[in-house]
Structures are given as structure tokens and as C-alpha cells.
């Protein structure tokens, strides 16, 4: 039986992720990089996440699996960063995992070093980005080195929830907030962001990890709390 993209779906649906975003937000990408995303708004469930319902949800499915990478950390990754949806944001930042275009060509680059049989299956060049199959290769070798990095930072078996911070703020600050104690402010963890930017990541005064862990927790239901690896 093929292993779900998400959760692990009861007979009836329930909620695996139910958020949306109204408007425009300034985000640090992948390394850190402040970028503006393209508002989108969604309500998914574990059903609408099965392979053959989302695009290609079955080749990102196998494509992390090559890596080594848990599905659900790459749907995880797939719901916080666009609703599971193909669009663009601004500057290079693009596709279902809203990578840049630095970030996915490294990324890609070090996917087929890594188990070159991949080559076959990716869309050359940027058009990659916006092509779901292919962008999860990128992603999850992007998640699979963030899952290495925090291993070195002290974490010995990374969750989806650890490698979030790594995604969403770059590897330092990452690290920072993985490693920190729920009472530790997310503004004093990303002196990097301005007021502005920490408002328009979702993060509020004085907002605590703690509060933004459980935030990151009730969009991603129980793949919150699985290994990143297989």
C-alpha cells in the first residue's frame, strides 16, 4: 500500500493542515534570504494529499524516498510554504516548495550527485522550479541536509518541526531555534529580521518558539513530530 504524502489518513478525513495566509509576506528563504510570497490561502485535508489527487504527489512521493527523506516532512514542507499549490512569489522564488533559484539549483545539483538516477526524471534548468516532481527532489535534498546540519548542532534525530526553522529562517538561525527553550523569543533568535519582517513572517511581539512551534504544529498535524529521514 503506497505510503501517504502527508498523515496518516483515517477513513474518514481530518484536518492535516487548515491555515491560510491573506495577504503578501516577507519571508527569509532558503539561506536566510528575505523574500516577498505571493498570497495564497488554503484548507487541506489528509485526503485532497493522496498520491494521484495532488499533481504528482506519487513522484515526490518516490523522489524523497530515493533520499532517504520521511513524505511527510517534504508534504509538510509543501503545505507551510504554498497550500500544496504550483505559484510563483517574487524574485526567483518559485514552484510548490518556494525555493529561489540559487537555493533549487543547488540543491537539484546535489540530488543527482548524490543518487544520479534522478537525473532522468527532472525538468532542466529553472523550469524545474515550477514543475512539483522535480522541485521535490530540490526540497528534499534540501531537507535532507538540513536534517545533517542539525545532527551537527546537537540534534540527534531531527523532527519535521526541528528542520522547519532551517526551511523557513536559513541554517543558522535554524539551528538557533531548534535548539532553543520554549520560553525563548523568536526576536531575539533572528536579530537578522527587522520589526517589519518578523510581522510579516507571522511572528508577533514577544511571540515565544514555544507559541511558534505549536503554530507550525497545527498546520502540519501529527508530521510535526516524525524523523525528517526513513
Known amino acids: 500500500m503506497r505510503r501517504h504524502v502527508c498523515c496518516r489518513c483515517p477513513t474518514t478525513p481530518r484536518p492535516c493542515s487548515n491555515a491560510s495566509r491573506s495577504a503578501s509576506a516577507r519571508r527569509a528563504g532558503p539561506h536566510g534570504a528575505a523574500v516577498v510570497r505571493k498570497p495564497y490561502g488554503y484548507n487541506l485535508n489528509c485526503e485532497q494529499l493522496r498520491p494521484g489527487v495532488v499533481p504528482q504527489a506519487a513522484a515526490a ?40 533559484a540559487s537555493t533549487y539549483t543547488a540543491m537539484i545539483n546535489a540530488a543527482v550527485a548524490q543518487n544520479p538516477s534522478l537525473a532522468s526524471q527532472i525538468v532542466p534548468g529553472l523550469a524545474g522550479q515550477m514543475d512539483p516532481a522535480t522541485e521535490s ?16 548542532q546537537g540534534i540527534a534525530n531531527p523532527t519535521v518541526l526541528d528542520v522547519r526553522s532551517y526551511y ?46 505549536a503554530s507550525v504544529a497545527a498546520k502540519i498535524g501529527n508530521a510535526a513530530s516524525q524523523s525528517v529521514l526513513t
Open 137 to 152: 527532489i530540490a526540497a528534499s535534498e534540501y531537507l535532507l541536509q538540513a536534517n545533517q546540519y542539525l545532527q551537527g
Open 61 to 100: 512521493v518516490a523522489n524523497a524516498q530515493l533520499l532517504g527523506v520521511n513524505p511527510s516532512a517534504l508534504a509538510a514542507t509543501c503545505v507551510v510554504e504554498s497550500g500544496c499549490q504550483n505559484v510563483s512569489g517574487s524574485g526567483t522564488v518559485a514552484g510548490a516548495f518556494q525555493m529561489t
Open 168 to 213: 523557513n529562517f536559513g541554517p543558522s538561525a535554524g539551528a538557533a531555534i531548534a535548539n532553543a527553550t520554549d520560553g525563548q523569543t523568536m526576536a531575539s533568535l533572528l536579530a537578522n529580521l527587522s520589526p517589519s519582517q518578523l510581522t510579516a513572517n507571522g511572528i508577533t511581539s514577544g511571540e515565544t518558539v514555544g507559541q511558534w512551534r
